[in-house]
């Protein structure tokens, strides 16, 4: 894994059950697709209405692939729908980010 893409969600702390119900959908939808899923984090103590995913990928032409494949896959779609009828996410920001190791710069 090359790059991550960690997505920051602000959610309506009011519905985080929907939220939960959404990210876990996302555990299988993902690795299908070609996304080296980290996880999905929930907002546990302190702030109440941002949440948390990462993915990894190889590079950016790799999640990019990745992209296109979720906009055809049935239960993306299906996922995303659900999302924007229950209206649980407010905001949404991604970040991609690299891991440090302990050799030369990647």
């Not at 009011?14 to 876990?24: D, L, V």
């Not at 103590?45 to 999640?63: H, K, P, R, W």
């Not at 494949?69 to 659900?82: G, P």
């Amino acid at each position: 894994m090359k790059i991550v893409c960690q997505i920051r969600y602000q959610i309506d702390p009011f519905k985080r059950a929907q939220f939960e119900e959404y990210a876990r959908a996302w555990l299988t939808i993902i690795p299908a697709c070609g996304g080296d899923l980290i996880g999905y984090f929930m907002p546990h103590e302190g702030t109440n209405d941002v949440a948390f995913a990462m993915i990894g990928f190889e590079s950016l032409a790799a999640y990019e692939i990745y992209r296109a494949r979720l906009k055809s896959d049935e239960k993306s779609m299906a996922n995303f729908a659900f999302a924007e009828h229950e209206k649980f996410i407010l905001r949404e920001e991604r970040t991609f980010v690299r891991p440090v190791s302990a050799g030369a710069p990647l």
